[in-house]
């Protein structure tokens, strides 16, 4: 019997296609780039386990999304969501972390370029029927850093003082957030016009939300430092393109990100302990960090110490006992 990923391609049309894997993500989805035999047509077959079918319909539901309002999500060129592959177009290797990092002269103008892309998305109507990323469901998703970052610290105060701050600062559901918006999931695409420049990748958890949430992903990314001052002119671009007050903004930035750099604390531990995937410790730091600068901001006054009660710094003993694996939470 043919193998089903075999079956799946040769429907599709490129049976017969040599195969490169790519480097995967955070999560169990894995990527392989296609090459016809002439060598010049390629795409990318995703692929996850069958028990991935909502977060494949949800993946696909919002690339057609994407695609309608202008905006560069790969096209589907074939689907089998229920046994977790979908054959995308190739948008290529022209990831903005890279060319940062290879010309760091590329940098304003390429993050400039990324957050018109996000300013457009927060004119774009949300998909009908979307997730709302509601302050007591951000609050909520903290949780990880208290199971897994600080295990028998306690979430509850935690919890209960971001709904009171999400609420008084962040409590709008009315933009797309992607929610993964970072510059390794950007692909610059130079031959394309406006917003579709901005090739976009992982968008299956979207949610309807704050439209600084984005911002706050690009800016106080986990995986990269942005130059000096790069984060504030890019914070006043997007409130010059949306209209939001930059005095608001700036405090819906730190706030949403002191919820987003707490919860990724959580992840990146669970991703080690948990996955093996002890890689993520190392970018820990910098996501601490980013959580420090947070809170600095007046509206955090009032969590800031709790936090650093429970959470302890992340020292090179702390961060070795984080990657440990097999340590499940009680």
Not at 183 to 206: H, K, S
Request: include cysteine; charged fraction near 25%.
């Amino acid at each position: 019997m043919a193998d089903p990923v075999d079956r799946f391609l040769a429907r599709a049309g490129w049976d017969g296609a040599r195969r490169a894997a790519l480097a995967g993500d955070a999560s169990s989805r894995r990527y392989v780039r296609l090459f016809r035999p002439d060598r010049i047509e390629t795409s990318v077959l995703m692929m996850t386990g069958p028990d991935a079918a909502a977060s494949n319909t949800a993946f696909l539901k919002i690339a057609g999304h994407l695609e309608s309002h202008g905006f560069s999500a790969p096209r589907i060129l074939a689907r089998d969501p229920a046994n977790g592959m979908i054959l995308l177009e190739d948008l290529g290797d022209a990831l903005v972390a890279r060319l940062c990092d290879d010309d760091p002269t590329r940098e304003p103008a390429l993050y400039a370029a990324a957050v018109d892309t996000l300013a457009a998305l927060a004119r774009t109507p949300c998909p009908e029927d979307l997730p709302r990323y509601t302050p007591s469901f951000m609050a909520a998703a903290v949780d990880p850093a208290f199971d897994w970052y600080a295990p028998g610290a306690d979430a509850g105060p935690v919890r209960d003082r971001f709904a009171e701050l999400l609420t008084r600062h962040a409590d709008r559901q009315d933009s797309l957030g992607l929610r993964d918006f970072h510059a390794e999931n950007l692909i610059w695409l130079p031959d394309r016009r406006g917003v579709a420049r901005m090739g976009l990748l992982d968008f299956q958890d979207a949610m309807a939300g704050h439209p600084a949430y984005d911002l706050a992903s690009l800016i106080q990314d986990a995986r990269r430092d942005l130059s000096p001052g790069l984060d504030q002119s890019l914070i006043r671009r997007f409130s010059d393109a949306t209209g939001l007050a930059h005095g608001a903004l700036v405090t819906a930035v730190h706030v949403l990100g002191a919820q987003r750099n707490l919860r990724i604390l959580g992840i990146f531990a669970a991703l080690s302990q948990r996955d093996g995937k002890s890689r993520y410790i190392d970018m820990i730091p910098r996501v601490w960090g980013h959580l420090m600068t947070c809170l600095a901001h007046p509206a955090l006054a009032d969590i800031e110490p709790v936090l650093k009660q429970a959470l302890p710094p992340p020292h090179p003993a702390y961060l070795s006992k984080l990657r440990s694996p097999c340590r499940m939470p009680s």
